[in-house]
């Protein structure tokens, strides 16, 4: 058995929600380690949808320990509404359950500085969803941060609230021409939430540890994808937290040498929500058939999601930054009707300047590798690799042998492109509906 992380391999929506929830199976601890709830993980289970923004997916399966570690931003009243909204349903959500007391808190000034600083960004904008992410992780790293732990001292929660208030309170008012928000009712407010979370607080660096030192199977669950990593994604049009590998370190409290291997999941195209440089778009008829067959509508906000070819650049990149150890191929079945499909192999790119990337002033270069400045994306074509499609359903197949061959040929040129092995292949949205060549977990 191992301990496995897994991890986006794209823009994040890439279906880690089900893939999480398949592998639980075999788990014995599901933890979260970054993000807030702008993360959308939806699973369906006869054919009932859940969508989850901050529980771990690990939630809807018995005797399953889940843990919100201390790279997660909370917003508490969101999380509450998770948790009643769980239990409305009939999920068991008590002593199976853990919230890291060092995670920091989305206050409401977050929301409002999120949504203001968007809004004077006019076309600038980066796309957020809204919920205060980015500003609750600024305060992290200016150390002004108010964590779960301040909670349950209201002294220090009133002092740390009275300091930052002062200076958002100003800032709300001068520049961005709001009302200012009121700090009792946001300590009266954040004091119920308190009462309400404290039974889920805990040392969950400790805890993890611990089991982990018993034998126990860990699966770590990220959010969004590598190429949303505020260090090694398309920067700025980035999420605010570690999304590759690395921030399952950070985030939870974990040793590299704890980690047994990196699923990385992928969609058998792709998408992105949000603005940002996105070289295989299809803004045409195809990409909007692919948005509606598979669904490409935002878990978290609902915003059509940006449909496009298979970029293997990105790919190559995601793989560099993670070291997969597998890839779980998703969606397989929105490519049914495709005729031909196109995979991106390397951009096309023409330098406007002497410098830069490539030295040839007005020629166009090959680059096999994604470009770090986005200024430098926004400019690449793709050049692609067409494949014949297979024009027959794959919907619900359960094993390799069953493809469509043009199907299997397709999942052969990706594992070959990449050079990592194909672990699972989803062939719908449904649990079972997936093709499984290997488990991660069951090594």
């Known amino acids: 058995m191992a301990n496995i ?22 788990a014995d601890v599901i933890a979260r380690c970054q993000g807030g709830h702008n993360a959308g993980h ?24 889940c843990i919100i570690g201390n790279g997660v931003v ?77 909670l349950f001292n209201s002294g220090v929660f009133k002092e740390k609230l009275k300091v930052n208030l002062s200076d958002i309170n100003y800032l ?42 018993k034998g126990k199977e860990v699966l770590f669950e990220g959010a969004q994808g590598t190429l949303l990593d505020v260090d090694h994604g398309t920067y700025p049009y980035v999420t605010s937290s570690s999304a590759s590998v690395g921030g399952v370190c950070t985030g939870l409290g974990v040793a590299p040498t704890k980690i047994d291997g990196v699923l990385g999941v992928m969609k058998a195209y792709t998408t992105r929500v949000g603005a940002g440089p996105f070289p295989t778009e299809l803004t045409d008829n195809l990409g909007a058939a692919l948005r509606e067959r598979g669904g490409e509508y935002g878990a978290t906000t609902g915003r059509p999601r940006r449909c ?20 779980a191929v998703t969606k397989l079945d929105v490519l049914d009707e495709a005729e031909k499909i196109k995979v991106c192999i390397a951009y096309k790119y023409k330098n406007p300047y002497p410098t830069c990337i490539c030295s040839r002033k007005g020629k166009a270069c090959r680059l096999q590798e994604m470009p770090h400045s986005v200024s430098v994306l926004e400019r690449c074509e793709p050049i692609y690799k067409e494949l014949d499609g297979w024009r027959k359903s794959t919907v619900g197949i359960t094993r390799l042998k069953d493809l469509p061959g043009q199907a299997r040929a397709y999942i052969d040129y990706i594992k070959n492109l990449l050079n990592v092995k194909i672990d699972l292949i989803s062939t719908g949205q449904k649990r079972d509906e997936v093709i499984v060549l290997r488990n991660p977990i069951r090594r």
């Open 308 to 327: 496009g070819w298979l970029d293997a650049v990105g790919l190559r990149h995601a793989v560099r930054i993670n070291g997969f150890t597998g890839l």
């Open 172 to 213: 709300l008012e001068n520049k961005y021409r709001i009302k200012k928000l009121s700090p009792e009712k946001i300590y009266a407010d954040y004091m119920k939430y308190a009462r309400y979370l404290s039974p889920f607080v805990a040392d969950t660096v400790v805890l993890i540890n611990k089991l982990m030192a």
């Open 42 to 65: 939806t699973v369906v289970i006869n054919n009932k949808k859940f969508i989850l923004h901050l529980v771990p997916s690990g939630i809807l399966h018995k005797n399953k320990t």
């Open 5 to 26: 992380a897994v991890i986006g391999a794209q823009w994040g929506d890439e279906g880690k929600g089900k893939i999480v929830d398949l592998l639980t199976e075999d």
């Open 74 to 150: 909370i917003d508490p009243k969101a999380l509450i509404a998770e948790i009643e909204g769980l239990k409305k349903e009939g999920i068991h959500v008590g002593k199976n359950l853990f919230i890291s007391e060092n995670a920091h808190l989305i206050m409401p000034y977050h929301v409002a500085l999120d949504q203001e600083c968007e809004k004077a960004k006019g076309s600038k904008k980066i796309g957020t969803t809204g919920r205060g992410i980015g500003p609750a992780y600024i305060d992290k790293v200016a150390r002004s941060g108010i964590r779960m732990r301040d």
